[in-house]
């Protein structure tokens, strides 16, 4: 879905985003914790990463709310912001298939 993300695998990027909504999902992964599997989770839409004076779209991706999300506040339908992270490599539908990500490593608004 996000091959345009293959040429920045392994680099830091900056990217601007808007906020869409927050998400709750019930993930797979943390079978090994009984006591609560949700994970929550905030979608941003309109990625757009700024890299050598280019602009590259992305789309949209939903991140784990972190602390650094935490520490925005309540964020309202629009809001724009400015991410930092790394490009990673994740397989999803039980590893039949390859996608590319932005780790989110740092967040702000605008």
């Keep these: 879905m996000r091959q345009n993300l293959k040429r920045f ?3 830091k990027v900056y990217a601007t985003a ?3 909504k ?4 019930y993930n797979d992964s943390s079978k090994r914790y009984s006591k609560d599997k949700r994970c929550f989770r905030i979608l941003l839409k309109n990625i757009i990463i700024e890299h050598k004076g280019k602009n590259y779209y992305v789309g949209h ?8 999300f935490k520490n925005l506040g309540i ?4 809001d724009k912001l400015k991410l930092y992270g790394e490009v990673q490599q994740y397989t999803k539908r039980s590893g039949k298939e390859k996608d590319y990500e932005i780790h989110c490593l740092r967040v702000e608004r605008m």
């Design 75 to 78: 964020l309202k339908l629009g």
């Design 22 to 25: 927050y998400g709750q999902v």
């Design 9 to 11: 695998l392994g680099t």
């Design 61 to 68: 991706q939903w991140f784990k709310v972190t602390n650094s």
């Design 18 to 20: 808007k906020f869409e």
